[in-house]
């Protein structure tokens, strides 16, 4: 059984600052990695994919995949209460499928 | 705008009443899945159509069936729901295309009770 795996949280910052969520997956070849952004009793929505080794930015967040160490994470700078939700972490299954793993998410509560 | 749609967005149903959830889409995606979400966990992938390919996960009980009648509609058919079908359905799709062919969109999801 292949796998996400999150820390469930809650992840507390303040208001300004730097979140991290992280992620690890454990399937080797795995090539597509998602963050979903899913606000309480709402649907996943897409925030962020990446597919190479690096960083990939785009506004306050920032992907970052390491495929070597199997991971991957999310940074949220300049963290906003509106941020508050449950950040889930997919991997699409390796040998070439389309088909996602969802990790369990991780819950980000940003407090003024 | 183009989108996912998912009717009902409530659904309360009784205990083996047979319950169907439908999906409809309007960006043209050959992809449509179906997950359930249970509080706090990871949303769970019951079955996908690539096309008309209907493909099952193997943990998928034989309880819930699906159809897609054409490109823009898909039904989640639960046959005799249990206590412990209450959850979040979730309808997704993904676009055609090598680059992007696993980037899911979701519908609002049709919150099931099992009373």
């Known amino acids: 059984q292949k796998e996400v795996e999150q820390n469930s949280g809650p992840l507390s910052v303040p208001e300004g600052a730097i979140a991290s969520l992280n992620c690890t997956y454990s399937?080797?070849?795995?090539?597509?990695f998602f963050w979903y952004r899913q606000y309480s009793g709402k649907s996943p929505e897409l925030i962020m994919s990446i597919y190479s080794n690096g960083d990939k930015e785009d506004g306050r967040f920032t992907a970052q995949l390491n495929k070597a160490s199997q991971y991957v994470s999310l940074l949220i700078r300049d963290s906003q209460p509106s941020d508050s939700a449950t950040y889930l972490c997919a991997v699409n299954r390796g040998g070439g499928s389309y088909i996602p793993t969802f990790g369990r998410g991780t819950s980000l509560i940003v407090h003024p | 705008d183009a989108m996912v749609i998912q009717n009902p967005r409530y659904q309360v149903t009784q205990f083996g009443k047979p319950v169907t959830l439908s999906c409809s889409q309007t960006l043209n995606h050959n992809v449509m899945y179906w997950y359930q979400q249970k509080s706090s966990q990871a949303p769970k992938l019951l079955f996908h159509y690539y096309d008309k390919d209907f493909n099952n996960e193997a943990d998928t009980p034989d309880n819930f069936q699906s159809r897609r009648p054409n490109t823009s509609f898909c039904f989640l058919d639960i046959r005799s729901p249990g206590l412990g079908d209450a959850a979040m359905y979730l309808c997704?799709?993904?676009?055609?295309?090598?680059?992007?062919?696993?980037?899911?969109?979701f519908g609002p999801g049709t919150r099931l009770t099992v009373l």
């Open positions: 399937d080797r070849g795995s090539q597509s």
């Open positions: 997704a799709t993904s676009p055609p295309g090598l680059t992007n062919a696993d980037t899911q969109y």
